[in-house]
């Protein structure tokens, strides 16, 4: 079946550093891949998408990048900042017009 | 301000009670959808609703159900079937042309069961 998970369950990063936030994925069909930031209580926030045919997306102090060979995806966050303490979701389309979402990275901004 | 809601946050239950919460949006979007969270686990699929009179099951829909009589609400009951219903269950909703991708998500409701 269609799964979507996290290398690191936990990162913690100095404030300022660039953060990096790994997933794999393991269906190959998906037109699209979406990142979202989760905060303690709260509901899940959209944060970036990238579509399959591109490899590198950025916003605003984000970016992401796919690596469809190795059915990789990494988001990167410049300069670190406190408010981006929270959880981290990717998750890729699939078959039945709904959304797998993988099991989260915690990170942790350390002052 | 517009937005998704969803009430109560915190909700008890005893064991073999139906429960409904509900989900309201302000948005005008097309599309809702109802997630679990349980710790340490991604989100997990409920049902959703494209349009106003029609839903499909997710792939955890055993023990719920739902309605979408208005475009503004889709309440979700946790029937006595669930066999464990204790969770954090998010509500979204999204406009039709980026209905998959970005799904703006209610603060949730925790549900404990007794």
């Given at each position: ?111 | ?44 699929l ?12 997710g792939d955890i ?54």
């Open positions: 079946g269609e799964s979507v998970g996290l290398h690191l369950p936990t990162l913690s990063v100095q404030e300022g550093d660039n953060s990096i936030i790994n997933c794999a994925y393991s269906n190959s069909a998906s037109d699209y891949f979406i990142w979202y930031k989760q905060e303690s209580g709260k509901g899940p926030q959209f944060i970036i998408d990238i579509r399959s045919n591109m490899d590198k997306r950025q916003g605003q102090r984000v970016t992401v990048l796919l690596n469809k060979t190795v059915k990789h995806l990494s988001l990167q966050i410049a300069a670190t900042q406190p408010g981006d303490s929270a959880v981290y979701f990717c998750a890729q389309t699939g078959g039945g017009n709904k959304l797998t979402f993988g099991t989260g990275t915690q990170l942790k901004v350390e002052l | 301000d517009g937005g998704i809601t969803q009430s109560p946050k915190y909700l008890f239950r005893k064991e073999g009670q139906n429960v409904t919460l509900s989900c309201e949006q302000n948005l005008n979007h097309d599309a809702m959808y109802w997630y679990r969270q349980d710790p340490g686990q991604g989100l997990r409920i049902y959703y609703s494209q349009i106003v009179n029609d839903f499909q099951k829909a055993e023990g719920y159900s739902v309605s979408r009589e208005k475009k503004e609400s889709f309440p979700l009951t946790v029937t006595s079937a669930q066999k464990n219903p204790t969770a954090f269950y998010l509500c979204a909703s999204s406009i039709r042309d980026r209905g998959l991708l970005e799904q703006f998500f209610g603060p949730g409701t925790r549900l404990t069961v007794l």
